[in-house]
């Protein structure tokens, strides 16, 4: 009698077990094109080259959840960067995103390397999606986009509101401390964005860099129309980095068709002007194909390259008052 009252409590509990398992999900996207680069440096013409990222920067990810109970979620999020073109991983291992956290009425709290504050109004407001060349991830060069050793919080939607804090410390025994303290605020209501976000990092002892950014979106019908304006003021004097971008897409069907004026500026008086255009054509939910050619114009003295994604920063002048372009075709296709 006792072993049938201990099966019947073993099974009963069955459901209980079965619903604190985390749910695991794989996910990535692959991406590779052909490009046609031009650095327009002195003696060097186009090269012919194959890229991976230029879309969207090729990935693998696992993240998964767990319900702890009473509206309390356990959540974790691993990626790595994958480099088509040549098999490698493209940075750390999961160099993009490691993180683990809680989740719940509270809203989100995550530790680990995450996406930095500026970096999400950045996203939310890239005509180009962070891709197809001339995207505003050029800022990065120069902005913080993850933040290593860092705590992060992201709010609930509060009347379309989210607020996003973060600290990164810098683990440095003396000052400066390298740590960095961030926020950013983002609005969502129907087809409008707004967003801005702030920095200050402790990077050398005679005083703190801050960046900002902010940025908006409205999308009405077929057409998107995104822009943003990013900041890095180093401490020193002429360091002040400002880019700027306005852009517009257009949807029919499985077409959509892009065009975006970026503008990179440094305090020394060095200028870039690019004009970005792109198509892409859903083949399915999952795969699209996609052109791209942009072009950049930099002042006599600026060299300013063409980004796309994290992993392609190329064409990149190397000589002052050189004029990149690059034009592509590739293929993409998440799971």
């Not at 979106?217 to 880019?243: I, M, R, S, W």
């Amino acid at each position: 009698m006792k072993f049938k009252c201990l099966a019947a409590a073993l099974l009963s509990s069955l459901p209980l077990f079965a619903h604190a398992q985390t749910n695991v999900t794989i996910y990535g996207v692959m991406d590779a094109a052909i490009a046609v680069e031009n650095t327009d440096n002195p003696g060097e013409g186009h090269r012919t080259v194959i890229n991976s990222g230029n879309q969207s920067s090729s990935r693998i990810g696992f993240r998964g959840t767990e319900d702890l109970g009473n509206g309390l979620k356990a959540l974790f999020n691993i990626e790595a960067g994958v480099a088509l073109d040549t098999g490698a991983a493209d940075s750390n291992l999961f160099g993009r995103r490691a993180v683990v956290g809680l989740q719940g009425d509270f809203g989100t709290l995550t530790v680990g390397r995450e996406y930095s504050p500026i970096a999400a109004v950045a996203a939310a407001t890239d005509t180009l999606g962070q891709g197809m060349f001339g995207s505003n991830l050029s800022a990065f060069s120069r902005l913080t986009r993850r933040l290593a050793n860092s705590v992060n919080y992201k709010s609930n939607s509060l009347s379309g509101f989210t607020v996003n804090a973060a600290y990164s410390t810098g683990e440095k025994a003396v000052d400066p401390s390298g740590d960095l303290m961030g926020a950013s605020v983002e609005y969502k209501n129907g087809g409008l964005y707004l967003g801005a976000g702030y920095h200050q990092i402790e990077r050398v002892a005679t005083g703190d860099d801050k960046e900002w950014g902010a940025g908006a979106g409205y999308t009405f019908g077929a057409f998107e129309v995104k822009g943003n304006y990013l900041v890095a003021d180093q401490t020193g004097p002429n360091n002040e980095y400002k880019n700027a971008n306005i852009g517009v897409a257009y949807t029919t069907g499985p077409n959509k068709f892009f065009v975006n004026f970026q503008q990179q500026k440094i305090e020394t008086g060095a200028k870039g002007n690019t004009v970005s255009l792109a198509y892409t054509y859903n083949l399915s939910k999952r795969t699209n194909i996609y052109t791209t050619y942009a072009q950049l114009r930099n002042n006599g003295r600026g060299v300013f390259g063409i980004y796309s994604s994290s992993t392609n920063v190329t064409p990149a002048a190397t000589a002052l008052g050189a004029d990149p372009s690059v034009f592509t075709l590739g293929v993409r296709h998440s799971f």
